[in-house]
């Protein structure tokens, strides 16, 4: 059943290098033609844990599934399993054509169809008439590119991805991210996708798996990942976040009152509350994404109320002062300092807002709704 289903099984995976265990009791289950991203920051075991799968590794103990057959004793070049590097890895003293003729050449297939495949996948890539160059001809792009078309011209069971646009300047990383996922759409190849970088994450997979420690954290598609968070480390490291912790102190059927250094947040158990009751007195932490706070110049009449919520400790809305403030064209973020002392994040579109025409050291009135605030029971720890 699963055969059926799903390209690739990790089941109960483990590696160790001496007493640092690098990926600890991992499983996931990726379908067929889905692109997933393994997200996480450095040293979490993403590259140790892409390695394995390509055999470059051998498990401590667990097993991978490729295509309904365990493949940790399959030496890497008999996995099938087209790799594209972080560094690239073409070859330097190869054309381009010569590049991505390779694997066809190990496999000793006909002249006529190696010339047709490279052709083919050099379209694929955009990549047409650039047959005769050295790498050293090419830019980063290119050569990017180039290990793409080498990976696939093979017809792989599955596509390894390890961090391959981190070496790209910022506007190149988001065309050939559009790139990738295109092409990965086009051929409806199976593909695991390594980055420390949330929003290429965000963009480009259809699950996202979150990595802590050689942990498996949380996985699921990138809206789930982002809208209901199973940790705190997940709420930090997914999207900016507010991350404050504290204790229920008081619930209903509608809402949890999350107490915090003598104040408190009301938090709806709604849109982004919890999938369970958490207990009263139960230590939690709080989420509040930046661009939920609503920010707006002091004196508004929105802002009336101000008052009773500072006598009764309500930290749902409130004055603050402006610590930090910066235009960037599309939006303005920036930092409140509230009167309770919580720090906070925001950001406001202008597409949707007034700009605020604010400065540091001004007050001005803040709200958050508590249907906009994710609580969660478990406490995970951030570093």
Not at 54 to 71: C, H, M, N, Q, Y
Not at 83 to 92: G, N, S, T
Not at 174 to 202: C, M, N, P, S, Y
Request: with cysteine.
């Amino acid at each position: 059943m699963h055969e059926e289903r799903y390209d690739i099984r990790i089941v109960n995976l483990v590696k160790k290098f001496g007493s640092t265990t690098a990926v600890n009791d991992f499983n996931i289950e990726i379908e067929k033609g889905k692109l997933v991203a393994l997200l996480g920051p450095s040293g979490c075991g993403k590259t140790t844990l892409l390695r394995l799968i390509a055999g470059f590794e051998k498990p401590t103990s667990g097993d991978i599934v490729l295509r309904g057959k365990v493949i940790n004793d399959v030496p890497p070049q008999k996995r099938n399993i087209g790799i594209v590097f972080q560094d690239y890895a073409v070859f330097p003293i190869m054309n381009v054509f010569d590049n991505v003729a390779y694997g066809l050449r190990i496999k000793k297939l006909p002249r006529e169809e190696i010339n047709s495949r490279v052709m083919e996948y050099l379209a694929l890539v955009g990549l047409t008439g650039y047959e005769k160059r050295m790498p050293s001809q090419l830019s980063g792009g290119q050569q990017q590119r180039v290990a793409l078309a080498r990976a696939l011209v093979t017809n792989p069971d599955l596509l390894l991805l390890d961090e391959p646009l981190s070496n790209l300047d910022a506007a190149l990383r988001l065309r050939i991210r559009k790139e990738i996922k295109k092409i990965q759409r086009k051929l409806g190849i199976t593909a695991i996708f390594v980055t420390h970088d949330q929003e290429e994450a965000l963009s480009i997979a259809d699950k996202i798996y979150v990595m802590r420690r050689g942990i498996l954290m949380q996985g699921g598609s990138p809206r789930e990942i982002y809208n209901n968070p199973k940790n705190d480390f997940v709420a930090n490291f997914i999207g900016k976040s507010n991350i404050f912790y504290g204790k229920v102190v008081d619930a209903d059927e509608n809402y949890y009152k999350v107490g915090i250094d003598g104040s408190f947040f009301n938090v709806s158990r709604g849109k982004y509350g919890v999938d369970r009751d958490i207990e009263i007195d139960r230590d939690v932490w709080v989420s509040i994404r930046p661009h939920f706070l609503s920010v707006r110049r002091n004196g508004d009449s929105s802002s009336v109320n101000d008052n009773d919520n500072r006598i009764n400790g309500n930290l749902n809305r409130g004055v603050a002062r402006v610590n930090y403030i910066e235009y960037l064209g599309s939006y303005t973020k920036g930092e409140l300092k509230l009167e309770s002392g919580l720090v906070m994040e925001f950001e406001l579109s202008h597409s949707s807002t007034e700009e605020l025409d604010v400065k540091v050291d001004d007050t001005v009135s803040y709200s958050i709704s508590p249907e906009n605030i994710i609580v969660g029971d478990t406490i995970k720890g951030t570093d």
